[in-house]
């Protein structure tokens, strides 16, 4: 099984400062399956990037994505308050079909 | 727009069957993977499986054989039953359309409690 492991755990910055998540796969995955999310407290996911670099519908350029291989990266230009959240990157492929992070909580410092 | 909403018993006994249904509202089920995806209490993400609109499905194996995922395309909803549950299956249960590599639409979720 690939598994995606997502570093840090816990990033605390202050709004306006940039943000820059790791997803590294203990496997190479192929970048177009490789997926970030976005959580709020009491709120489903909701999709950020996909194909590792694809933004969204509605989703602001200030959220970047990118990476090859085995690793990845989610970056945030500059933070706003309504970007604080916990972010989960998710492969598909192989057995289970799809597998997520244990997630990034960005918090405000 | 295309909206999900899950439904079913926030409350089920040990050993008991979890079932949830999805309603699928503003478009057809036609075309899609349809994802049952759950998250225990302060925890991470963990998909349980999909079915295609035309019925074939896919299971993550660490459901082994307690999991069957059913659609009905005349009600526009897809469903999900998890047999011989435990605390272990305690959490938030999003249905989700998936795009075959993403899941570009969810549902609000609905917490499932497994108690005595």
């Known amino acids: 099984d690939i598994v995606l492991t997502q570093s840090p755990g816990i990033l605390s910055l202050s709004p306006g400062e940039r943000a820059t998540l790791s997803c590294r796969a203990s496997?190479?995955?192929?970048?177009?399956?490789l997926a970030w999310y976005q959580q709020k407290p009491g709120q489903a996911p909701r999709l950020l990037i996909y194909?590792?670099?694809s933004r969204a519908t509605g989703i602001p350029d200030r959220f970047s994505g990118s990476g090859s291989g085995t690793d990845f990266t989610l970056a945030i230009s500059r933070l706003e308050p309504e970007d604080f959240a916990v972010y989960y990157c998710q492969r598909y492929g192989g057995s289970p079909r799809y597998t997520f992070g244990q997630g990034t909580k960005l918090e405000i410092k | 727009q295309v909206q999900l909403q899950e439904s079913g018993p926030g409350l089920v006994k040990p050993s008991e069957t979890l079932s949830l249904t999805c309603t699928v509202s503003g478009g057809s089920i036609g075309s899609f993977y349809w994802n049952w995806i759950r998250q225990p209490p302060g925890k991470g993400l963990e998909w349980i499986g999909y079915?295609?609109?035309?019925?074939?499905?896919n299971y993550n194996p660490s459901f082994n054989s307690r999991v069957t995922i059913s659609v009905d395309t005349s009600k526009n909803q897809f469903s999900l039953e998890l047999s011989s549950v435990t605390a272990a299956d305690t959490g938030v249960y999003y249905c989700?359309?998936?795009?075959?590599?993403?899941?570009?639409?969810w549902g609000r979720g609905t917490l499932v409690t497994v108690s005595s």
């Open positions: 079915i295609y609109y035309s019925g074939s499905t």
């Open positions: 989700a359309r998936g795009d075959r590599i993403y899941f570009g639409l």
């Open positions: 496997q190479s995955v192929s970048s177009s399956y």
């Open positions: 194909g590792a670099s």
